[in-house]
């Protein structure tokens, strides 16, 4: 079976004046290697496609595979994630993990919050703001708030201003996160408890947890996009205790089974002020660098290696487009 393999390569952006900002979720060329190597001894034969515009050319020019590994983060809008497997499915070629609907809405924060809510699965008070008089409905919510970009990835626009604990610093942020990103604000009650990240394969019944890690920050700080880059000096992961392990993986398998997410990704939670577990986001296109990504952080930490990993994506997609 022929691979595609379809990424955003952040030197690529960089190289044509795109900031570091902008290119914060994008890949480094190990992360390609690592997965082109990791599938190529799991049997598959793979051939590397690129980003949207480099896939575009491909498909223009003739270019079809038996599969697309997609872990395409696109640049722009609230549909980024979109775009790859959307034009995939224009094409009808399958592909490796969720469609356009499920990316679309699982970056849109406060739909995921919408849709995980409607199904059982617990989530904090908050509220979506487009201008900052859309913070009247804040009356409702209790200090200390969180505040965040809806559509964003990889901890960006988190800061330690992010907790919010008055009315007036809460304008001030709103408007400047609004200002900055084009896209409106979640405004959320600040949950102070212990953080988890719970990885999850498969898809609908047959999903199954590949285990669970507490993301301890050092000094509280928040996991932003610069704490997650320097990790190792401010973060340290533990696996889950038994004590709470029951409850982070219902609120894991009942968020992904309620977005319809397939194959593998992560969903965070973290507990509210009462100790109950509560969702945060769900990541169906999490990182896939072997060493520093979570979902192969935790699943390695809980016992299951890369190469395992990878081959339970694999199979999880094939069974889905009947390839198995």
């Not at 914060?24 to 690592?34: I, L, N, R």
């Not at 993990?97 to 970056?107: E, H, R, T, W």
């Not at 009650?189 to 590949?210: D, I, M, N, Q």
């Amino acid at each position: 079976m022929r691979i595609g393999l379809t990424y955003d390569l952040r030197s690529w952006y960089l190289e044509r004046g795109y900031t570091m900002d902008e290119t914060a979720e994008f890949d480094k060329e190990e992360t390609v290697a690592a997965l082109e190597d990791t599938l190529m001894r799991l049997g598959y034969a793979t051939e590397r496609i690129g980003n949207l515009f480099e896939l575009v050319e491909k498909l223009a020019a003739g270019k079809r595979w038996d599969m697309v590994f997609n872990i395409s983060e696109g640049l722009y809008g609230d549909g980024r994630e979109s775009a790859v497997p959307a034009l995939l499915d224009q094409y009808r070629i399958p592909y490796v993990f969720s469609g356009p609907v499920v990316m679309g809405i699982s970056l849109n924060k406060y739909l995921a919050r919408l849709v995980v809510d409607a199904a059982g699965v617990p989530v904090c008070p908050g509220i979506i703001a487009t201008s900052v008089h859309d913070l009247d409905q804040s009356s409702a919510l209790a200090f200390p708030l969180f505040v965040k970009p809806v559509a964003e990835g990889t901890g960006k626009g988190i800061t330690t201003r992010s907790v919010v604990r008055d009315h007036d610093s809460l304008v001030t942020l709103v408007a400047e996160l609004l200002a900055t990103y084009h896209q409106p604000v979640l405004i959320e009650e600040y949950l102070p408890g212990r953080e988890f990240t719970v990885g999850v394969t498969g898809s609908g019944a047959e999903a199954k947890v590949t285990g669970g890690m507490e993301v301890i920050c050092r000094d509280n700080l928040p996991y932003s996009v610069e704490v997650k880059e320097n990790y190792e000096n401010y973060v340290k992961y533990a696996v889950y205790d038994e004590d709470i392990r029951e409850e982070c993986n219902a609120v894991a398998l009942g968020a992904w089974r309620a977005l319809s997410a397939v194959d593998a990704g992560r969903v965070d939670m973290k507990a509210d002020r009462n100790g109950k577990m509560c969702f945060i986001e769900a990541n169906p296109l999490a990182g896939l660098n072997p060493i520093h990504s979570d979902l192969p952080m935790l699943s390695r930490l809980n016992g299951m290696s890369f190469d395992t990993l990878m081959d339970r994506i694999m199979e999880s997609a094939k069974k889905r487009h009947g390839l198995a």
